[in-house]
Structure formats: C-alpha cells, structure tokens
C-alpha cells in the first residue's frame, strides 16, 4: 500500500561498520589510542586499582598476624558481607554514572576511595575493635565496586563506535594489568611506608588519579575520528533502510 514499507531499519549511517582484517582493526586501535584522552583512559586504567589490590594483600596478613583475627574470621567478612556491599556499590556506580555522567562519577569514586583509605590510618588506635575494621573493610569493598563500574562506564563512552568491542577489551586488559601490578606492589609498599604510611600513601595515588580524569574528554575520539572510519563498509548483514 502507498505509504507503507517492508520491515524498517537504521540509518545507512548507524549500520555497523566492521574492519575487513586484523591488520586493520589493530590500525584503527592504535589510531583511536593516538589520541589524548585515549591515553589518559588507559594510564587510568593501569594505576586505578593498585591501591586495591595492594591493600587486599597486605591488610589481610597485617589484621590476622598483628590484630590476632582468625582466618575463618577473616574469610567470613571477605566472602560473605563485603560481596553484597561490592554489589550494592557495582549498582550504584551504574545509576550515578547515568544520573550526573561517567567522568564525574569516576571522579567520585575516586575521591570517596581515597577518603576511606585515609579513615584507615586516622583510625590506627582503633584497629583493635573489631566493629571498625569490619565498618572501614566493607565501605571500601563497596566504593572499589562503585570505581570500577564508574570506569566501565566511562570507557564505554571513549571508545570509537567501529572498534569499540576491540578497545573496551584492551581497557578491561589494562585493568587486570592494574590487579597484577597491585598485588606485586603490595610488598615493597608496606615495607617502605609502614601499615600506618601505605594508607596514606594510597589515599594520595586516587587523589592524584582525580587530575588524569579532570583531564579526559570522553567526546575527543568521537568528535576528532568520527562515528565511523573512512576504511569501513557496513555489516552485510546489516538492514537496509525502508525501501
């Protein structure tokens, strides 16, 4: 009938482009990470759960070797309270990155990360108490959730439509990265600033992670590359607009 069409699709220019060869995906990977706020993502990404890890490695010995908790008491909070805690920060990371945008979440998490951290060393009297340490161990195991989903977020939102599969894989690669170099870290960081001094110490890494963030522009990929690359030809079984 006039004015009707077989089956709708999206815009020729919303079909998904797909690089013909691998050789070519990775030139479009490094032609996204050439950029600044590419980069500075992915130094991001690297460095935003040292602290973390590193204090997952160390707190633990110091609370069971110095504090005199058991390891079943010890493994009852880690695998029990703080996984419903982390999950709870995982939700909420989402709604705020969705309610006031990634950066300014991530920017957040950050902070409130780094204001844990150092309640950890203000609260070196304390540690004795049992209540506090379990109060400090799962805000932080929900703000680290809280971070991470932020920066999922944002990372989603950098990379370049035609490779964004590609390049979300390499941040969440640099974000493993970030877990391994946490747990090396963890020695030398305790023996070189003391229980008291690694928290500080990790306290000041997220704060100075807050200026790589201020510094990225998650619209800088879009906005210099485009939505889609010149090399590109839409998916063949993409589906054509009306006819």
Known sequence: LPGR????????????????SMLQLFGLLAKSFSLRSSQLAALLAILS???????????PVH????????DVQWLHLEGRYSIWFGLSGSLAG??????IGAKRAVILGLIALAACWFAYAACEPMWTNSQVL???????????AFLQVSMFALFMGICWPPIAATQFTAFMALLNLSNGLGAKLAGPIEA???????????GCLQIALVGVVLAIDPDQVRRVLGEESEHHQPSPDAIPPGD
Do not use: M, Y
Request: hydrophobic share 50%.
């Open 49 to 59: 759960l040292v602290a973390v890890n590193s204090h997952l490695v160390f707190w």
């Open 94 to 99: 989402g709604l705020v990155a969705t309610v």
């Open 134 to 144: 379990v109060t400090l161990f799962l805000a932080e195991s929900g703000l680290a």
């Open 5 to 20: 069409s077989g089956r709708k699709g999206p815009p020729a220019s919303a079909a998904a482009a797909r690089p013909s």
């Open 192 to 202: 070189g600033l003391g229980i008291v001094g690694s928290h500080l110490g990790l």
């Open 63 to 70: 609370v069971q070797r110095q504090l005199g908790w058991s």
